[in-house]
């Protein structure tokens, strides 16, 4: 299994508050990505990186923002959060070196805004 | 805009049938195709990677196939276990110039159930 560890794993907090979702990873790959899962939308990107402090939107963006100072950590921001951002969000990474694009998931963040 | 679809959306099958999980596209320009699966709770597990320029890729009872001129992809798995019971997505990358940078399209899955 890829090295990918998000955190935290489940978190309820309140409408207007921030939350930062964590994704690591121990596999050095330079691609890194932040989806999040729905029920009749499927998987939705919402940013990607391209290398440490390299990153861009992807399609669901508005209300989110993103850093990575380094190779293994992306974070994933909700300045304030909002209930239709209640969701399960994934990390995923995938290699540069090979150029296959295979990508590998983290197990899942639970956000659940009140 | 490319557009993944798989049917069926659910499929429910006795153990030790082999079964065929359909993925269709719209637009055949594509660097790769990969199936997962997804357990309830669980993240996505890859399954297969089927590069453009290929035609199957195998691993144990599953072979994924890929027909990029039809815009189809299927995955077959063979003896089905209970143990095969999860999600399959399908995802389709773009051909962003020869690269593995193109966007990214998922399917809505197929929901697997082998009964024992």
């Known amino acids: 299994d890829a090295g990918i560890t998000q955190s935290p794993r489940h978190k309820v907090t309140e409408t207007g508050t921030p939350v930062t979702l964590r994704c690591h990873q121990t596999?050095?790959?330079?691609?890194m990505y932040w989806y999040r899962q729905d029920p009749g939308h499927g998987l939705r990107l919402i940013h990607y990186?391209?290398?440490?402090?390299?990153?861009d939107k992807g399609e669901v963006s508005d209300g989110y923002s993103v850093s990575r100072s380094k190779t293994e950590d992306f974070l994933l921001t909700l300045e304030s959060a909002t209930s239709s951002q209640t969701s399960v969000y994934f990390c995923?990474?995938?290699?540069?070196?090979?150029?296959?694009?295979?990508?590998?998931f983290g197990e899942g963040s639970r956000l659940t805004v009140l | 805009k490319q557009e993944v679809t798989q049917i069926p959306a659910a499929l429910s099958v006795p153990e030790g049938e082999n079964l065929v999980l359909n993925c269709s596209f719209t637009d055949s320009a594509i660097y790769n195709l990969q199936w997962f699966r997804q357990d309830p709770g669980k993240g996505l597990t890859s399954l297969l990677l089927?590069?453009?320029?290929?035609r199957e890729q195998t691993s144990g009872r599953l072979n994924a196939s890929l027909d990029k001129s039809s815009g189809r992809s299927t995955l077959y798995i063979a003896a089905s276990q209970p143990g095969d019971s999860a999600t399959y997505l399908c995802?389709?990358?773009?051909?962003?110039?020869?690269?593995?940078?193109?966007?990214?399209?998922f399917g809505q899955g197929t929901i697997l159930t082998v009964h024992p």
């Open positions: 995923a990474i995938s290699a540069l070196v090979s150029n296959t694009g295979e990508l590998f």
């Open positions: 995802a389709v990358r773009a051909n962003a110039g020869g690269t593995s940078y193109g966007k990214l399209t």
């Open positions: 089927i590069q453009s320029s290929q």
């Open positions: 990186s391209y290398g440490v402090k390299d990153t």
């Open positions: 596999e050095n790959h330079r691609y």
